[in-house]
């Protein structure tokens, strides 16, 4: 018997005019798994997870998490997914604390304020508003309030663009954490080095397509390579970070 | 370890953020309107300004036994000049900002509904325009020596219903505005449309009597004519009151069908 999935995605498909974003897109995510999606900008992954968290409708296919359609059974899906969006911006004057404080009051059993802050280590910067966060604080609040009504599902969305080295690194520790209490995790990633940490599971997308899917392992077998990134070159044709 | 191939159960109790939460975010909302305290200078400023540039010549001219023009003309024009730029100029720009930076997107998946956010909009303008209605009012009566409205109780339910029309107003206009600079330019051309229609410059006797006879029945017209019968003491008729409920109803009607998380 296998373990029920936590998320199911079939055969989803998105056009924006003439524009195929997502094409004939299928994935399954254990619970407890970390799924990294990969692909080079416009290969569709953003709209995707999108769809996953019920942003967006399909044109066709479907979507469960955790057994629920995220549009039909909004209410309750919410209660259980966590979403931190690309490029989503926070009320910029108010301050951490604040903003904590709100976000964990649209949940019946939130995670207290202490500890998002200690997750995300930014108990410092309780009093600073959004505004004046530099960029990998701002992404670091953006997780904490991800995580505020303990979520089952997170979805990350490029978690750690644009981050220096040690914000990276505090981020994937985060990311450990998670993984330690059995979170299910989505990650929308263009870091190589990340996504073989932290992923148990890769999906590859191109052109709205799924090119691969498969263990980061596996995904390097497959291509005969040496690494993850070389992997990724032989099967896409791209290199993905120089592609950003 | 689950290993089953049904979903793992989920609470079928369904939790929505309730009236503490909404006090909440009314609170967030509030602090971002002070901090950025620009937003507040046009609705506090302007009524301001042509209070105290019209007050002079009509706190002597009586038009009843104890009221001035002051009172019957020039404060409910005044008091729906603060509510119509609060409800169509500020709030729309508030939440065009919103979904132009992401905000509403990120709100939008959350628990947070729709209608909680946009009722925290609501509740914050009129926390707003009560502070310039009082603003206006203190300096009308402690400077010109105004005095407050004959019937203090239908002047208020003008009051309310005129708030809740203009915010309605004003969410056909952050719903159908694309950019924050397009809510800016939609609400201006919205507050000029009701306000010069509804007398502002001048009177609504200088007018065409068709476009008169419109802007009567506009939110703005309506209120300044309700608010002038509360203020006389005379029984304020059904007109302008059907006019500012028919407003709430399209309003909210547009609104509804129109609006979008990002």
Same mark, same amino acid.
């Given at each position: 018997?296998?373990?029920?999935?936590?998320?199911?995605?079939?055969?989803?498909?998105?056009?924006?005019?003439?524009?195929?974003?997502?094409?004939?897109?299928? !994935?399954?995510?254990?619970?407890?798994?970390?799924?990294?999606?990969?692909?080079?900008?416009?290969?569709?992954?953003?709209?995707?997870?999108?769809?996953?968290?019920?942003?967006?409708? /399909?044109?066709?296919? =479907?979507?469960?998490?955790?057994?629920?359609?995220?549009?039909?059974?909004?209410?309750?899906?919410?209660?259980?997914?966590?979403?931190?969006?690309?490029?989503?911006?926070?009320?910029?004057?108010?301050?951490?604390?604040?903003?904590?404080?709100?976000?964990?009051?649209?949940?019946?059993?939130?995670?207290?304020?202490?500890?998002?802050?200690?997750?995300?280590?930014?108990?410092?910067?309780?009093?600073?508003?959004?505004?004046?966060?530099?960029?990998?604080?701002?992404?670091?609040?953006?997780?904490?309030?991800?995580?505020?009504?303990?979520?089952?599902?997170?979805?990350?969305?490029?978690?750690?663009? &644009? %981050?220096?080295?040690?914000?990276?690194?505090?981020?994937?520790?985060?990311?450990?954490?998670?993984?330690?209490?059995?979170?299910?995790?989505?990650?929308?990633?263009?870091?190589?080095?990340?996504?073989?940490?932290?992923?148990? =599971?890769?999906?590859?997308?191109?052109?709205?397509?799924?090119?691969?899917?498969?263990?980061?392992?596996?995904?390097?077998?497959? $291509?005969?390579?040496?690494?993850?990134?070389?992997?990724?070159?032989?099967?896409?044709?791209?290199?993905?970070?120089?592609?950003? | 370890?689950?290993?089953?191939?049904?979903? $793992? /159960?989920?609470?079928?109790?369904?939790?929505?953020?309730?009236?503490?939460?909404?006090?909440?975010?009314?609170?967030?909302?509030?602090?971002?309107?002070?901090?950025?305290?620009?937003?507040?200078?046009?609705?506090?400023?302007?009524?301001?300004?042509? !209070?105290?540039?019209?007050?002079?010549?009509?706190?002597?001219?009586?038009?009843?036994?104890?009221?001035?023009?002051?009172? !019957?003309?020039?404060?409910?024009?005044?008091?729906?000049?603060?509510?119509?730029?609060?409800?169509?100029?500020?709030?729309?720009?508030?939440?065009?900002?919103?979904?132009?930076?992401?905000?509403?997107?990120?709100?939008?998946?959350?628990? $947070?509904?729709?209608?909680?956010?946009?009722?925290?909009?609501?509740?914050?303008?009129?926390?707003?325009?009560?502070?310039?209605?009082?603003?206006?009012?203190?300096?009308?009566?402690?400077?010109?020596?105004?005095?407050?409205?004959?019937?203090?109780?239908?002047?208020? &339910?003008?009051?309310? %219903?005129?708030?809740?029309?203009?915010?309605?107003?004003?969410?056909?206009?952050?719903?159908?505005? /694309?950019?924050?600079?397009?809510?800016?330019?939609?609400?201006?051309?919205?507050?000029?449309?009701?306000?010069?229609?509804?007398?502002?410059?001048?009177?609504?006797?200088?007018?065409?009597?068709?476009?008169?006879?419109? &802007?009567?029945?506009?939110?703005?017209?309506?209120?300044?004519?309700?608010?002038?019968?509360?203020?006389?003491?005379?029984?304020?008729?059904?007109?302008?009151?059907?006019? !500012?409920?028919?407003?709430?109803?399209?309003?909210?009607?547009?609104?509804?069908?129109?609006?979008?998380?990002?």
């Amino acid at each position: 018997m296998s373990r029920a999935p936590a998320v199911e995605v079939e055969h989803l498909a998105k056009r924006f005019g003439n524009t195929v974003a997502v094409d004939d897109v299928s !994935l399954r995510i254990q619970q407890g798994e970390t799924l990294g999606i990969l692909g080079i900008n416009g290969s569709g992954k953003s709209t995707t997870v999108e769809m996953i968290a019920g942003l967006r409708p /399909p044109d066709s296919g =479907h979507v469960r998490v955790l057994g629920l359609d995220p549009r039909r059974d909004r209410g309750a899906v919410r209660q259980v997914l966590g979403v931190q969006l690309q490029d989503a911006e926070l009320h910029s004057a108010l301050t951490v604390a604040e903003l904590i404080g709100l976000y964990r009051s649209f949940y019946p059993d939130p995670r207290s304020a202490q500890e998002l802050l200690d997750l995300v280590e930014l108990e410092d910067k309780r009093d600073t508003r959004f505004e004046r966060l530099s960029g990998g604080q701002q992404q670091r609040l953006s997780v904490a309030l991800a995580l505020a009504g303990k979520p089952r599902v997170v979805i990350l969305d490029e978690l750690t663009t &644009g %981050l220096d080295p040690a914000s990276r690194r505090r981020m994937w520790r985060t990311l450990d954490r998670l993984r330690d209490d059995g979170v299910t995790i989505i990650l929308v990633s263009h870091t190589m080095e990340e996504v073989e940490r932290l992923c148990d =599971h890769i999906v590859l997308l191109e052109a709205g397509r799924v090119l691969a899917s498969a263990t980061p392992a596996e995904l390097v077998a497959r $291509a005969g390579t040496s690494t993850l990134d070389e992997a990724f070159v032989q099967l896409t044709g791209h290199d993905l970070e120089v592609a950003e | 370890m689950n290993t089953t191939d049904t979903p $793992a /159960p989920v609470s079928t109790r369904i939790h929505r953020p309730g009236l503490r939460s909404l006090a909440i975010l009314v609170l967030c909302e509030t602090k971002m309107v002070i901090r950025d305290s620009a937003g507040l200078i046009v609705p506090l400023g302007l009524p301001l300004l042509i !209070l105290l540039t019209s007050a002079g010549s009509t706190a002597d001219q009586m038009i009843t036994a104890d009221r001035t023009a002051l009172d !019957l003309f020039v404060l409910p024009l005044v008091i729906t000049m603060v509510l119509t730029m609060v409800g169509v100029l500020n709030m729309p720009s508030f939440l065009a900002y919103y979904r132009r930076t992401g905000i509403l997107r990120r709100l939008a998946v959350t628990p $947070a509904s729709p209608v909680m956010v946009l009722s925290a909009q609501v509740i914050v303008s009129i926390l707003q325009s009560a502070l310039g209605i009082i603003l206006a009012l203190v300096v009308a009566m402690t400077a010109f020596g105004a005095k407050p409205p004959v019937d203090l109780i239908p002047a208020f &339910g003008v009051l309310a %219903l005129t708030a809740t029309a203009m915010c309605a107003m004003g969410m056909i206009v952050a719903a159908s505005a /694309p950019t924050p600079n397009s809510a800016v330019a939609f609400g201006l051309v919205a507050f000029l449309l009701l306000g010069a229609t509804g007398g502002m410059f001048g009177g609504t006797q200088s007018l065409p009597e068709p476009i008169a006879e419109i &802007g009567a029945h506009l939110p703005f017209g309506a209120s300044v004519e309700a608010l002038g019968a509360a203020w006389a003491g005379q029984p304020i008729g059904a007109a302008p009151l059907l006019s !500012l409920a028919a407003a709430i109803v399209v309003g909210v009607a547009v609104a509804a069908w129109l609006f979008r998380w990002e």
